[in-house]
């Protein structure tokens, strides 16, 4: 490509690239320029997740510089090594150039506020034309575009020592083989498995169970437990981490700059300030699933504004990733809170797309590998929560996200089990944009919701993004071969046929 932008000049390539490759998998350069393809889709009854799909042409050493500096607080520069941290949770240089191993999926790096502020324009830009674009559109957003990464990671950490504190209560009431939400402990042997560990005693930790909510019942599950961090004001009080041995609440790292401080307040407020537009413009808000080091956050971020923001409707939607071995336990409590509290649980089901980048990381820095040993274990996991658990909830509405065919043949007839009828709007449909058409329009004829992720945006910011995605993914590619045999098949019946040109029933 490099080669032919010098030979042909950089308007005959834009040309060619819009012909080609870009017009294949992009919608076009601006929101404007994207309306004729949209509307087209629509005819055949399929819709459009909005995704501004730009991305930074920087070189590796780059990428790891910016990663670095964004990922490392001011605490651990001056004091490096004195942390609580666990590996998995702190940028490491190897892998800080996040866009390797990954499949179709934009990556960002954090330079600056200014920048974040820059990229929730730009969503907010994209929300605005999806809701003037259609009726019931999606806009798509990333979690690390909008704020320093460093807040993720420890985020993150914050989440999973809580849940694991817990699993280790739950342990010693005996309590290790059930699955998350069934583990309940008893309140009284739980304060006296504390004071055993030396943590009764203290006032901090005595207070956790005073709140309005937990003690009543006398009985204390993980959903109970996950509230206690959520009731805090100053932010840093978030990332406060229970430890055994001391019995006290502490924070991960000894202290907070006020620059970082506000930075993390920064993120929040652009992360509601998104869900508020979108809301105003009729759009839902899809709240894409990242690496497993920062998910945990954006997880919990995202249940926070569905909790906020899905009262009568879904309007925020979470992403789960079926290739994690946590996979279950993750859908399975955010459902059940969802049924709790009474907001409509919104959520797109993916396999994932980091799975050599996790593996390699886990393996290379030494933490338990987080996705499922098999294809196959992912089939199961994804068939299964499917299933169970999200065609079945009465508030679930589950965008069934995959180019594959036996899992969209599988929930079409899971629906049909159920009698849930395509008109209802519970379960959707979703595909890249230029990819799986096959799979798409015909669901979309049918009156099946589906919807095409549609990337946007310049043609020389879009293509290192859709050049890397080609040059990664020669596997997910070959899926085009299928592709093209069917669009012969069909060239062929209408030239037969003398139908040359076609027009949607929808
Ligand atoms: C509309 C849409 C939105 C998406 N949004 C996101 C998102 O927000 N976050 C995200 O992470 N991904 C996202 N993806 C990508 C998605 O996670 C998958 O990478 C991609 O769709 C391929 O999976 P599949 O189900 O389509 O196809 P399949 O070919 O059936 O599955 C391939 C996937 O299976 C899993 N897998 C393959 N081999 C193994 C193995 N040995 N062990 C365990 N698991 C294995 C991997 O996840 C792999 O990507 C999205 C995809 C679509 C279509």
């Given at each position: 490509m490099?080669l032919?932008k010098?030979?042909?000049?950089?308007?005959v390539f834009?040309k060619?690239?819009?012909?080609t490759?870009?017009g294949?998998?992009?919608a076009?350069?601006?929101?404007?320029?994207?309306?004729?393809?949209?509307?087209k889709n629509q005819?055949?009854?399929?819709?459009?997740?909005?995704?501004y799909?730009?991305?930074e042409?920087?070189?590796q050493?780059?990428?790891?510089?910016?990663?670095?500096d964004?990922c490392?607080?001011?605490?651990?520069?001056?004091?490096?090594?004195?942390?609580h941290?666990?590996k998995?949770?702190?940028?490491h240089?190897?892998?800080g150039?996040?866009?390797g191993?990954?499949?179709s999926?934009?990556?960002y790096f954090y330079?600056d506020?200014a920048?974040c502020?820059?990229q929730?324009e730009?969503f907010i830009?994209c929300?605005?034309?999806?809701?003037?674009a259609s009726?019931?559109g999606?806009?798509?957003?990333k979690?690390t575009?909008?704020g320093?990464?460093?807040?993720l990671l420890?985020?993150?950490?914050?989440?999973?020592?809580?849940?694991?504190?817990?699993?280790?209560?739950?342990a010693?009431?005996?309590?290790?083989?059930m699955?998350a939400?069934?583990?309940?402990?008893?309140?009284?042997?739980l304060?006296?498995?504390?004071?055993?560990l030396g943590?009764?005693?203290?006032?901090d930790?005595?207070?956790?169970f005073?709140?309005?909510?937990l003690g009543?019942?006398?009985?204390i599950?993980l959903?109970d437990?996950?509230s206690?961090?959520?009731?805090?004001?100053?932010?840093?009080?978030?990332l406060?981490v229970?430890?055994?041995?001391t019995g006290?609440?502490e924070?991960?790292?000894?202290?907070?700059?006020?620059?970082?401080?506000s930075q993390m307040?920064?993120?929040?407020q652009?992360?509601d300030?998104?869900?508020k537009?979108a809301?105003?413009?009729g759009v839902?808000?899809?709240?894409?699933?990242?690496?497993?080091?920062?998910?945990?956050?954006?997880?919990?971020?995202?249940?926070?504004?569905q909790?906020?923001?899905?009262?009568?409707k879904?309007?925020i939607?979470?992403t789960?990733?079926c290739?994690?071995?946590?996979?279950?336990?993750n859908?399975?409590?955010?459902?059940?809170?969802s049924?709790?509290?009474?907001w409509?649980f919104?959520?797109?089901?993916?396999?994932?797309?980091?799975?050599?980048?996790?593996?390699?990381?886990?393996?290379?820095?030494?933490?338990?590998d987080?996705?499922n040993?098999?294809y196959?274990?992912?089939n199961?996991?994804?068939?299964?929560l499917?299933?169970?658990?999200?065609?079945c909830c009465?508030k679930?509405n589950?965008?069934v996200?995959?180019?594959?065919?036996?899992?969209?043949?599988?929930t079409?007839e899971?629906?049909n089990e159920?009698s849930?009828?395509?008109v209802?709007?519970?379960?959707?449909?979703?595909q890249?944009?230029?990819?799986?058409d096959?799979?798409s329009?015909?669901l979309?004829?049918a009156g099946?919701?589906?919807?095409k992720y549609?990337p946007?945006g310049?043609?020389?910011?879009?293509?290192?993004?859709?050049?890397?995605?080609?040059?990664?993914?020669r596997?997910?590619?070959?899926?085009?071969?299928?592709?093209?045999?069917l669009?012969?098949?069909?060239?062929?019946?209408?030239?037969?046929?003398g139908?040359?040109?076609?027009?949607p029933?929808?």
């Amino acid at each position: 490509m490099e080669l032919t932008k010098n030979l042909l000049g950089q308007r005959v390539f834009e040309k060619l690239m819009k012909m080609t490759f870009y017009g294949q998998f992009v919608a076009g350069e601006d929101h404007n320029s994207i309306k004729p393809l949209i509307q087209k889709n629509q005819s055949f009854g399929v819709g459009a997740v909005l995704d501004y799909s730009v991305e930074e042409d920087l070189t590796q050493e780059e990428a790891e510089k910016k990663e670095m500096d964004s990922c490392v607080s001011e605490a651990e520069k001056e004091s490096p090594g004195t942390d609580h941290r666990e590996k998995k949770y702190k940028a490491h240089r190897q892998f800080g150039d996040r866009r390797g191993g990954v499949i179709s999926a934009r990556t960002y790096f954090y330079a600056d506020e200014a920048k974040c502020d820059n990229q929730m324009e730009t969503f907010i830009n994209c929300i605005k034309a999806s809701g003037g674009a259609s009726s019931d559109g999606f806009s798509a957003i990333k979690m690390t575009a909008l704020g320093r990464p460093q807040f993720l990671l420890q985020f993150s950490e914050v989440l999973v020592k809580w849940r694991q504190f817990f699993h280790f209560l739950a342990a010693q009431q005996g309590k290790s083989d059930m699955s998350a939400l069934e583990k309940i402990l008893e309140l009284e042997q739980l304060k006296e498995n504390l004071a055993q560990l030396g943590v009764g005693a203290k006032d901090d930790i005595e207070n956790w169970f005073t709140g309005e909510k937990l003690g009543s019942s006398g009985t204390i599950d993980l959903l109970d437990w996950n509230s206690l961090i959520t009731d805090t004001t100053k932010i840093s009080n978030l990332l406060m981490v229970p430890n055994v041995e001391t019995g006290q609440l502490e924070p991960l790292l000894s202290t907070f700059t006020a620059e970082e401080e506000s930075q993390m307040k920064r993120m929040l407020q652009r992360v509601d300030i998104l869900a508020k537009h979108a809301v105003e413009n009729g759009v839902r808000l899809m709240v894409d699933a990242e690496q497993t080091y920062f998910q945990p956050a954006i997880s919990r971020l995202t249940l926070e504004m569905q909790r906020k923001f899905n009262r009568e409707k879904p309007v925020i939607f979470n992403t789960y990733q079926c290739y994690l071995k946590e996979a279950y336990d993750n859908v399975t409590l955010d459902v059940e809170l969802s049924r709790r509290e009474g907001w409509y649980f919104g959520a797109k089901l993916v396999r994932g797309a980091y799975m050599y980048q996790e593996r390699a990381r886990a393996q290379e820095i030494g933490y338990e590998d987080p996705i499922n040993p098999d294809y196959e274990a992912t089939n199961r996991m994804y068939h299964n929560l499917n299933q169970s658990h999200l065609l079945c909830c009465l508030k679930a509405n589950v965008m069934v996200a995959t180019h594959n065919e036996d899992t969209v043949k599988f929930t079409l007839e899971k629906m049909n089990e159920m009698s849930l009828s395509p008109v209802e709007n519970k379960v959707y449909f979703g595909q890249l944009l230029g990819m799986c058409d096959q799979i798409s329009f015909p669901l979309g004829q049918a009156g099946f919701p589906v919807y095409k992720y549609v990337p946007y945006g310049p043609v020389n910011e879009v293509i290192p993004y859709l050049s890397r995605r080609a040059q990664e993914n020669r596997g997910f590619m070959k899926g085009s071969q299928r592709e093209r045999s069917l669009l012969w098949k069909e060239l062929r019946r209408r030239l037969v046929g003398g139908q040359v040109f076609y027009r949607p029933v929808y």
